[in-house]
C-alpha cells in the first residue's frame, strides 16, 4: 500500500521561506519511477488546487501561476522524497498542503504538462497546515 507522508508545516511571516517534504512508502524498487508525485493546497472555502509536481520519467517540472517564480519542486529518488521549496511565501499562500501520487501506468493522459488535476490522482498524504501571517 502506497503511502504519503507530508513533513510539518507551521506558521510564518510574509516573506519567510518554508521547505516540506514529502516520503514514499510501499512502492517497490521498479515501480517507484511510475509514479508522478505533486503537491496541492487547500485554502479555507476554496477548492484543492495542484500547484506543482514533476514527472519522474524526465525530471520536467511544474509550477502553477500562483507559486511560479517563488516555490521549486525537487526529488531525491534515492529518499523516495520530493520537496517543496517555498520562499517568499504571501498571506494567501495560507493552506493545508497536500502531496499526491498518481500511478502513471494507467492510462490518462499527460502527467505534469501544465496542469495538475486532483481527480487524477491515486494516493494521498495526510495534509499539513501552512498558515503565512504577520
Known amino acids: 500500500q502506497v503511502q504519503l507522508v507530508e513533513s510539518r508545516g507551521g506558521l510564518v511571516q510574509p516573506g519567510w521561506s518554508l521547505r516540506l517534504s514529502c516520503e514514499a512508502s510501499g512502492f517497490s524498487l521498479d515501480t517507484y519511477d511510475y509514479y508522478g508525485i505533486g503537491w496541492f493546497r487547500q485554502a479555507p472555502g476554496k477548492e484543492r488546487e495542484g500547484i506543482s509536481c514533476i514527472n519522474p520519467f524526465d525530471d520536467s517540472s511544474y509550477l502553477s501561476s500562483s507559486v511560479k517564480g517563488r516555490f521549486t519542486i525537487f526529488r531525491d529518488k534515492a529518499k523516495n522524497t520530493v520537496w517543496l521549496q517555498m520562499n517568499s511565501l504571501k498571506p494567501e499562500d495560507t493552506a493545508v498542503y497536500y502531496c499526491?501520487?498518481?500511478?502513471?501506468?494507467?492510462?490518462?493522459?499527460?502527467?505534469?504538462?501544465?496542469?495538475?488535476?486532483?481527480?487524477?490522482?491515486?494516493?494521498w498524504g495526510q495534509g499539513t497546515q501552512v498558515t503565512v501571517s504577520s
Open positions: 499526491a501520487a498518481r500511478d502513471l501506468r494507467i492510462p490518462r493522459g499527460s502527467y505534469c504538462k501544465g496542469q495538475l488535476y486532483v481527480a487524477e490522482q491515486d494516493f
